[in-house]
Every structure is written in structure tokens, then in C-alpha cells.
Nanobody, 122 residues
């Protein structure tokens, strides 16, 4: 009833940029927080950035100053602008949306996308 789909990953050289998008669709009453996570091979999934319903943002120390998260509430979409990319940014990037659905009793749940691969390499 709710789908979350990421796009925008790919291969980029060190120092380059990428913009990820994540769109939520379906029976959505409202979207609370939207987050970007990443998981590199052999590592645990880690929080990269988040944006609250009110627009407040927070970032992992490893990306602060290089990545920017933003959201377009009219499109139920969150973006992650990634600049000055480093090889250690290589990972699968996942979007998580905390959504209140239209289905009575309008519960609030977390919905994950399928992930998009980002590879930073020369």
C-alpha cells in the first residue's frame, strides 16, 4: 500500500557528485521523517542524513559539509546531494520513510526502499 523507490546511484570518480532521489507513493496520509542510510560490504547499515517533517536536518560526521538532504513535500520525495565524494562513500544507499498511512487506524510505520548502489572509484 506504500512504496518507497530510490534512484540516482551510479559510478563516479573521487571528488565528483551524485544526487539521489527517493519517492514515496501509495496510501499516504502524511510523511514524518525521511532518512538516508548506507551499507558497505561487511559493514552495518549506518544513518547518513535525516530530515524531519518540519525540515530540520542532521548528518553523520563523515558526510557533514559534503552531503545535503532536502525534501519536497508536494512530491513526497527526499533528495541527497552528495559532493566531494570519496571512495569510502561507496555503499548501497537506502531511503527510509516514516509514514502515517490512510488505512484506518492510520498507523505510523517505517518503509524502506530497495537501495541504490553508489560506487566512487577512479
Amino acid at each position: 500500500q506504500v512504496q518507497v523507490v530510490e534512484s540516482g546511484g551510479g559510478l563516479v570518480q573521487p571528488g565528483g557528485s551524485l544526487r539521489l532521489s527517493c519517492a514515496a507513493s501509495g496510501r499516504i496520509f502524511g510523511i514524518r521523517q525521511m532518512d538516508w542510510y548506507r551499507q558497505a560490504p561487511g559493514n552495518q547499515r549506518e544513518l547518513v542524513a535525516l530530515v524531519t517533517e518540519g525540515g530540520s536536518t542532521n548528518y553523520a560526521d563523515s558526510v557533514r559539509g559534503r552531503f545535503t538532504i532536502s525534501r519536497d513535500n508536494t512530491k513526497n520525495t527526499v533528495y541527497l546531494q552528495m559532493n566531494s565524494l570519496k571512495p569510502e562513500d561507496t555503499a548501497v544507499y537506502y531511503c527510509k520513510a516514516t509514514i502515517q498511512t490512510k488505512v484506518i487506524p492510520r498507523t505510523v510505520s517505517d518503509f524502506w526502499g530497495q537501495g541504490t548502489q553508489v560506487t566512487v572509484s577512479s
